[in-house]
């Protein structure tokens, strides 16, 4: 069935280093893809998106890669600051007329001192 | 910047009560969502609208009714509210342009059924 999950519940990172989160995607049509960002309290917010036709896109200390051969999508944050610590959803919408997207479970991000 | 505005951060209310829960976006957005997101199973689609009185069904729509009066305002009732609609609500917006997606969300409400 259609799918968006991620490898790892929750991941601990060392304040400083870079953090890689992954998620896996089981629908080929997908065709555009968005990292999320929730905050304890807050509503999921919109950090960086990629669409089909690019592997790699890159934001202000954050780059997504895409890489469509194994259907999988990774977000990495360079020089990872306690302000990082949050659930990290990916999504994806598929090739279709409408705009619904497909939430992933999440992966908690815990920065370590 | 986009805001999405829901009405209340938390609200308590016992079974049997009809609720409503209300969300406004301010950038003109067609498309509004509602969520409600669970420890396990994360977000969740309830009822999504492209237009003004326009709504279609989510993943789980059963227990939950939607209105869509004005562009900006997306209303979600639960007619007859029960513990199992304990949750998490997040109402979502979006403009489809140039084949982006990207969803706003709001601050979310958590209700609470007793």
């Known amino acids: 069935g259609e799918s968006v999950g991620l490898h790892l519940p929750t991941l601990s990172v060392q304040e400083g280093d870079n953090s890689i989160i992954n998620c896996a995607y089981s629908?080929?049509?997908?065709?555009?893809f968005i990292w999320y960002k929730q905050e304890s309290g807050k509503g999921p917010q919109f950090i960086i998106d990629i669409r089909s036709n690019m592997d790699k896109r890159q934001g202000q200390r954050v780059t997504v890669l895409l890489n469509k051969t194994v259907k999988h999508l990774s977000l990495q944050i360079a020089a990872t600051q306690p302000g990082d610590s949050a659930v990290y959803f990916c999504?994806?919408?598929?090739?279709?007329?409408?705009?619904?997207?497909?939430f992933g479970k999440g992966t908690r991000l815990h920065i370590l001192p | 910047d986009v805001k999405v505005t829901q009405s209340s951060r938390y609200l308590v209310k016992r079974t049997g009560e009809k609720v409503f829960l209300e969300c406004v976006q301010d950038m003109d957005h067609e498309n509004m969502f509602w969520y409600r997101q669970d420890p396990g199973l994360g977000l969740r689609l309830i009822y999504f609208s492209y237009d003004v009185k326009m709504k279609e069904k989510g993943d789980i729509p059963e227990g939950y009714s939607v209105s869509r009066e004005k562009k900006e305002r997306f209303s979600l009732i639960l007619e007859s509210a029960s513990t199992n609609q304990t949750s998490m609500y997040l109402c979502?917006?979006?403009?489809?342009?140039?084949?982006?997606?990207?969803?706003?969300f709001g601050p979310g409400t958590r209700l609470t059924v007793t």
């Open positions: 999504a994806e919408n598929m090739r279709r007329r409408d705009d619904k997207i497909i």
């Open positions: 629908n080929s049509a997908s065709d555009y």
């Open positions: 979502a917006s979006s403009l489809s342009k140039g084949g982006r997606y990207e969803q706003y």
